[in-house]
């Protein structure tokens, strides 16, 4: 079974630093792009960084030089180093995942999803 967790949300001040993680795990042979998203109350989920199994990255115009995609592909790990954090930052963020995976002898690729991590950002 494929499975992206997350870690490293909570309550920060305004200001302030967190970063998150998502590591996959499963019978995977391959992570192709994989993404940070997120969605405050009330709104719809937005895109707020991506990054190719290259490395090459883009984000959101409202995060562009705060917040940091990175990956470490020999552990399947997803990173967002958050810095300078804004109450307008505040959501639950999701990451995504394109993964090659093994089901059986079979190989597969899909799309996953995380279960989110909250951060919250106030005095």
């Known amino acids: 079974q494929v499975q992206l967790v997350e870690s490293g949300g909570g309550l920060v001040q305004p200001g302030g630093s967190l970063r998150l993680s998502c590591t996959a795990s499963?019978?995977?042979?391959?992570?192709?792009?994989m993404g940070w998203y997120r969605q405050a109350p009330g709104k719809q989920r937005e895109l707020v960084a991506v990054?190719?199994?290259?490395?090459?990255?883009n984000s959101a115009d409202f995060v562009k030089g705060r917040f940091t995609i990175s990956r470490d592909n020999t552990k399947n790990t997803l990173y967002l180093q958050m810095n300078s954090l804004k109450p307008e930052d505040t959501a639950v963020y999701y990451c995504n995942a394109d993964l090659g995976y093994y089901s059986g002898s079979t190989s597969r690729r899909g799309d996953y999803w995380g279960q989110g991590t909250q951060v919250t950002v106030s005095s």
């Open positions: 499963g019978r995977i042979f391959s992570t192709y792009a």
């Open positions: 990054i190719t199994s290259g490395g090459s990255t």
